[in-house]
């Protein structure tokens, strides 16, 4: 078998999506998520001009090789827009593959583990009462692990807490807003709002929490320590981690369990994190961290340090890395919990997905593959739209040096 074509889709159902597409000699054809929120298209460019047509005549089932190829095989290793890229390619042969040998992608690295995947939703209100209220819902919803987030007093705009109850987007259109943050509000603020969480809500649910990367590792040090009486499930970025020591200091203070990496894309972002026991949870998602081949290697790795994995799973990654997400976790051992935010309404018109949410955990159907399709003619009618993440300074102006 052979790959004749490739091709990038890029739609903007409710926010853009770029989809890579890699048909082969057969007519069989798989799909990879290549979406990289507020740098679409760089992701496009390279995957257009640089893998395509390196990607032409190559046999699809050799996932292993080609893998080495575009990460090993480039002199520009890594970085966030490549690494998009490769993992688009890996995940799309892996769908290939499963459709060549009529199985699910999970019985190829596997089978299944577990029958279907906890995930935790988002709670995110203007202020303490309305994020209670939120997290009230989700609970309703049947969700057992709930991440919290809530606008901050003093703080006019905080990361991912929508002013008018618009579905979760950090991203805006045009270019990037501009944004002021105080951390000294945020610290002071945060534990008293898990307080009345547990206090509203008992000991049972699951409660997670986003730094986001705002604080330096002593700041994150104080308040994974004085979050400990609310028992997290994680904590989650606390600092930006490129200083991976910076972690050190969160660990010598606290038990608070930590996540870190959705902006990660290599097992190289991660060793010294797993050899010193520095965190709990991996978050790099299939569609950032290398695709399926190199998440086995990481999962793999950190399992030898009891480090489980809870994939980033933002709306800003389409159906397609959900679905490979869903195969992954359902097959590996270490496997933690699914970050899980449903699509817009919208987006369906776009893609036909093959999983489901039911009282807190998400499972799959036995399509071969992946198993989710695009609708190629229904993307057109959703152009690309510029948007971008925004930009934070200190309340005097300053860009943060965290
Ligand atoms: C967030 C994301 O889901 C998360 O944990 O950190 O919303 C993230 O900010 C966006 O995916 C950025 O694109
Ligand atoms: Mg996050």
């Given at each position: 078998?052979?790959?004749?074509?490739?091709?990038?889709?890029?739609?903007c159902?409710?926010?853009?999506?770029?989809?890579?597409?890699?048909?082969?000699?057969?007519?069989?054809?798989?799909?990879?998520?290549?979406?990289?929120?507020?740098?679409?298209?760089?992701?496009?460019?390279?995957?257009?001009?640089?893998?395509?047509?390196?990607?032409?005549g190559?046999?699809?089932?050799?996932?292993?090789?080609?893998?080495?190829?575009?990460?090993?095989?480039?002199?520009?290793?890594?970085?966030?827009?490549?690494?998009?890229?490769?993992?688009?390619?890996?995940?799309?042969?892996?769908?290939?593959?499963?459709?060549?040998?009529?199985?699910?992608?999970?019985?190829?690295?596997?089978?299944?583990?577990?029958?279907?995947?906890?995930?935790?939703?988002?709670?995110?209100?203007?202020?303490?009462?309305?994020?209670?209220d939120?997290?009230?819902?989700?609970?309703?919803?049947?969700?057992?692990?709930?991440?919290?987030?809530?606008?901050?007093?003093?703080?006019?705009?905080?990361?991912?807490?929508?002013?008018d109850?618009?579905?979760?987007?950090?991203?805006?259109?045009?270019?990037?807003?501009?944004?002021?943050?105080?951390?000294?509000?945020?610290?002071n603020?945060?534990?008293a709002?898990?307080?009345?969480?547990?206090?509203?809500?008992?000991?049972?649910?699951?409660?997670?929490?986003?730094?986001?990367?705002?604080?330096?590792?002593?700041?994150?040090?104080?308040?994974?320590?004085?979050?400990?009486?609310?028992?997290?499930?994680?904590?989650?970025?606390?600092?930006?981690?490129?200083?991976?020591?910076?972690?050190?200091?969160?660990?010598?203070?606290?038990?608070?369990?930590?996540?870190i990496?959705?902006?990660?894309?290599?097992?190289y972002?991660?060793?010294?994190?797993f050899?010193?026991?520095?965190?709990?949870?991996?978050?790099?998602?299939v569609?950032?961290g290398?695709?399926?081949?190199?998440?086995?290697?990481?999962?793999?790795?950190?399992?030898?340090?009891?480090?489980?994995?809870?994939?980033?799973?933002?709306?800003?990654?389409?159906?397609?890395?959900?679905?490979?997400?869903?195969?992954f976790?359902?097959?590996?051992?270490?496997?933690?919990?699914?970050?899980?935010?449903?699509?817009?309404?919208?987006?369906?018109?776009?893609?036909?997905?093959?999983?489901?949410?039911?009282?807190?955990?998400?499972?799959?159907?036995?399509?071969?593959?992946?198993?989710?399709?695009?609708?190629?003619?229904?993307?057109?009618?959703?152009?690309?739209?510029?948007?971008?993440?925004?930009?934070?300074?200190?309340?005097?102006?300053?860009?943060?040096?965290?």
């Open positions: 078998m052979k790959i004749t074509e490739a091709k990038v889709i890029v739609c159902p409710g926010r853009n999506f770029v989809t890579l597409k890699i048909i082969t000699d057969q007519g069989i054809f798989g799909l990879g998520d290549a979406t990289l929120n507020g740098m679409e298209k760089s992701v496009v460019a390279y995957l257009e001009n640089y893998c395509i047509p390196s990607l032409i190559r046999d699809p089932a050799n996932t292993e090789d080609i893998w080495h190829y575009f990460y090993r095989g480039v002199y520009w290793r890594r970085g966030a827009v490549s690494m998009t890229a490769v993992s688009a390619i890996d995940m799309a042969l892996w769908d290939i593959k499963g459709k060549v040998l009529n199985t699910p992608l999970y019985n190829l690295i596997g089978g299944k583990s577990r029958d279907k995947v906890l995930v935790y939703c988002h709670a995110n209100g203007k202020n303490i009462d309305d994020t209670l939120k997290v009230g819902t989700e609970i309703e919803n049947g969700f057992k692990a709930v991440r919290i987030q809530s606008g901050i007093p003093g703080i006019e705009n905080t990361y991912g807490v929508s002013k109850n618009k579905p979760y987007e950090p991203a805006h259109k045009g270019l990037a807003h501009e944004e002021f943050w105080d951390t000294s509000s945020y610290l603020f945060i534990p709002l898990f307080k009345k969480v547990r206090e509203t809500y008992g000991d049972n649910l699951h409660l997670l929490h986003d730094v986001h990367h705002r604080c330096t590792p002593i700041e994150a040090a104080r308040l994974a320590r004085e979050l400990e009486p609310y028992h997290l499930f994680w904590l989650e970025d606390p600092v930006a981690g490129e200083l991976q020591e910076g972690l050190r200091l969160i660990r010598q203070h606290s038990t608070t369990p930590i996540a990496g959705e902006v990660f894309n290599s097992i972002d991660y060793s010294t994190l050899s010193e026991q520095l965190i709990d949870y991996i978050r790099m998602p569609a950032h290398g695709g399926i081949t190199h998440l086995l290697k990481v999962s793999a790795m950190a399992s030898v340090y009891h480090i489980n994995t809870g994939f980033h799973g933002a709306t800003d990654l389409s159906p397609v890395n959900l679905a490979a997400a869903i195969h976790n359902l097959a590996v051992n270490n496997f933690g919990i699914q970050e899980y935010m449903p699509h817009q309404e919208i987006v369906n018109e776009v893609f036909k997905t093959n999983y489901q949410y039911e009282n807190g955990f998400l499972s799959i159907d036995d399509s071969p593959g992946i198993g989710v399709d695009i609708d190629e003619k229904s993307a057109l009618r959703f152009p690309y739209t510029m948007a971008r993440l925004p930009v934070n300074r200190k309340t005097d102006g300053t860009m943060f040096n965290w």
